[in-house]
């Protein structure tokens, strides 16, 4: 089970950490990563992060503002999201990985968090 936590209601320019904790198994040899979805939208890749943490990857929309990290144990993820822009807006899900190298391709993930909703208002 994945639980993600952390969403929430800023202003522009604001920033907000994203967690994802799993439980009941351990998912420390998986990539793991986050998703982001707006009404009318497919789902859309955000950020991805190897099984060591030692290669991350990110969508282009925001590479340089947002950050993500996975404690020492493996099994929480972070987001650190910077400098929000209204077009951040979404509800967030992380997802474990079927391997242990990140992806944007979304079937590559095998198990969902149920999602955090981030607003970001101008």
């Excluded at 290669?55 to 404690?71: E, K, P, Q, W």
């Excluded at 650190?80 to 997802?95: F, G, H, I, W």
């Amino acid at each position: 089970q994945l639980q993600a936590s952390g969403g929430g209601s800023v202003q522009a320019g604001d920033s907000l950490r994203l967690s994802c904790a799993a439980s009941g198994r351990s998912f420390s040899s998986y990539a793991m990563g986050w998703f982001r979805r707006t009404p009318g939208k497919e789902r859309e890749f955000v950020a991805a992060i190897s099984w060591t943490g030692g290669r991350t990857y990110y969508a282009d929309s925001v590479n340089d503002r947002f950050t993500i990290s996975r404690d020492g144990a493996g099994n929480t993820v972070y987001l650190q999201m910077d400098s929000l822009k209204p077009e951040d807006t979404a509800v967030y899900y992380c997802a474990v990985a079927r391997g242990s190298t990140g992806t944007s391709r979304l079937e590559y993930y095998q198990y969902w968090g149920q999602g955090t909703l981030v607003t970001v208002s101008s």
